[in-house]
């Protein structure tokens, strides 16, 4: 099982700051299949980024993401007041899919 | 629009049962992998089940093996999750989901969820 490990944990910041969260995997993932959600409270999680790289159907563009092999980076590139949130990576082999344990990001 | 909505969630004792469903509207499951995914209270997602279109393929996490089965009826544009043997580690929000092949296989739809507490 490939396991995702996200950090930091929380990432404390203000309105208008960039945001940059990693995901590592425990094995190398295909880019393919690498995926970023964001969880608000109360609500399911949303899918933002497929593919590694590629922005979900009305996903803004301050949200972009990158990576290859076992390291993935999310960057909010400027902060909005309904970006703080928890977000997860995850990714899919052999149907079987894993997540991150997730990283808070709060206002500061 | 595309529309998930699970039901049947509920308080039941341990080693209890319980059938979770999601209908779907605004598509057409039969196209589609369907999954289902849950969340403990104040924890992390964690995929628990899978179903091809047709329903011939079935995988599960490790945990849930042999407790839990996932089917589908096309014709109803629904999704099932039956639950036995059901443990406290269990309870969770159960969240069912749309895979997108053409999206790397992420989860593009979700519905709202249902509260599954195993307590006695």
């Known amino acids: 099982e490939i396991v995702l490990t996200q950090s930091p944990g929380t990432l404390s910041l203000s309105p208008g700051e960039r945001a940059t969260l990693s995901c590592r995997a425990s094995?190398?993932?295909?880019?393919?299949?690498l995926a970023w959600y964001q969880q608000k409270p109360g609500q399911a999680p949303r899918l933002l980024i497929y593919?590694?790289?590629n922005r979900a159907t009305g996903i803004p563009d301050r949200f972009s993401a990158s990576g290859s092999g076992t390291d993935f980076t999310l960057t909010i590139s400027r902060l909005e007041p309904e970006d703080f949130a928890v977000y997860y990576c995850?990714?899919?082999?052999?149907?079987?899919?894993?997540f991150g344990q997730g990283t808070k990001v709060e206002i500061k | 629009e595309v529309q998930l909505v699970e039901s049947g969630g509920g308080l039941v004792q341990p080693g209890g049962s319980l059938r979770l469903s999601c209908a779907a509207s605004?598509?057409?499951?039969?196209?589609?992998?369907m999954i289902w995914v849950r969340q403990a209270p104040g924890k992390g997602l964690e995929w628990v089940a899978n179903i091809n279109q047709d329903g011939s393929d079935k995988h599960y996490v490790d945990s849930v093996k042999g407790r839990l089965t996932i089917s589908r009826d096309n014709a109803k544009n629904s999704v099932y999750l039956q639950m036995n043997s059901l443990r406290a580690e269990d309870t969770a929000v159960y969240y069912c989901a749309r895979v997108r092949g053409s999206s790397g296989y992420a989860f593009d739809d979700w519905g709202q969820g249902t509260l599954v507490t195993v307590s006695s």
């Open positions: 094995q190398s993932v295909s880019s393919s299949y």
């Open positions: 995850q990714q899919y082999v052999s149907s079987l899919w894993t």
């Open positions: 605004g598509f057409t499951i039969s196209s589609y992998w």
């Open positions: 593919g590694a790289s």
